[in-house]
C-alpha cells in the first residue's frame, strides 16, 4: 500500500510504479490516505499482486467483465466515473506502448484524460531522482499563500502553474532541500494540521 507520508521512492518496479500513479488520480480532491486505503482494498481484493497480475491487468479486467466505475465507487473512490475513465486510459496506453512510467514526460501523462499537471508532476517528483517539477496541492498552495505570494485557492493550469512551481523549486533550493524532500515536508506539515487532534 502507498504510505502518502513516504512516498517517495525512486526504486520502485513495473507494478508498483502502476499503483503509484493510480494512486495520484486517486488522491485528486481526496485526502491521501483515504485514497492509499481505498485503492490498496480494490487493488488487493482483485488480486492485483497476485503471480503475473498487475494493477493495469487488473482494470483492464474490470472494465472488461464488470462496471468500472460502479467498481470505484463501491471501493470509496470518488468521482468514479471520471477516475475509471483515468484509469482504463492509463492501462490502454501501457499495453499499446504509448506510455512508459519510467520515462513518461509530464505532457505524456496530462494527455490521459483526468491527468492534471498537480497528478502528472507528483508522480514525476516522487518516482525519479532529481525531478525538477513541483506538485501544488491544497498544502502546497497553503504554505505559498503564507509566504505571501499570490495564489489561487485552487490548483491552477497553465501558466499560472509553472509560475508558481518555479518558486516551488527556489524554495527547495533554498532550503536545501530536493523538491521531493520539500513537497514531502510541506505535506506532512500542513496534514497534520488538517488533521482532528493534530498538533
Known amino acids: ?3 502518502p507520508e513516504k512516498v517517495t521512492n525512486y526504486n520502485m518496479i513495473d507494478k508498483q510504479l502502476e499503483e503509484f500513479i493510480l494512486f495520484w488520480v486517486c488522491a485528486a480532491g481526496k485526502n491521501g490516505r483515504t485514497a492509499a486505503r481505498c485503492l490498496n482494498n480494490l487493488l488487493t481484493d482483485m488480486g492485483a ?17 464488470f462496471d468500472l466505475p ?6 470509496g473512490i470518488g468521482c468514479y466515473n471520471s477516475k475509471a475513465k483515468s484509469f482504463y486510459e492509463l492501462a490502454v496506453a501501457k499495453f499499446k506502448g504509448e506510455l512508459d512510467l519510467r520515462t513518461c514526460t509530464a505532457s ?11 497528478t502528472a508532476r507528483c508522480f ?9 517539477v513541483a506538485g501544488l496541492d491544497t498544502h502546497m498552495l497553503k504554505h505559498l499563500k503564507k509566504l505571501g505570494y499570490d495564489v489561487p485557492k485552487s490548483t491552477p493550469t497553465g501558466k499560472k502553474y509553472l509560475d508558481l512551481e518555479e518558486k516551488v523549486l527556489i524554495l527547495a ?3 536545501g532541500m530536493t523538491p521531493a524532500a520539500y513537497d514531502l515536508k ?11 487532534g493534530g498538533k
Do not use: C
Open 49 to 65: 499482486f497476485y503471480l503475473n497480475n498487475t494493477p493495469f491487468h487488473t482494470i483492464l479486467n474490470l472494465h472488461a467483465l
Open 108 to 118: 505524456d501523462l496530462e494527455s490521459i484524460h483526468g491527468v492534471g499537471p498537480k
Open 173 to 175: 533550493k533554498e532550503a
Open 1 to 3: 500500500m502507498i504510505d
Open 124 to 132: 514525476l517528483l516522487h518516482s525519479r531522482k532529481n525531478a525538477q
Open 186 to 196: 510541506i505535506w506532512t506539515e500542513y496534514s497534520v494540521k488538517s488533521t482532528p
Open 70 to 75: 460502479q467498481t470505484l465507487k463501491y471501493y
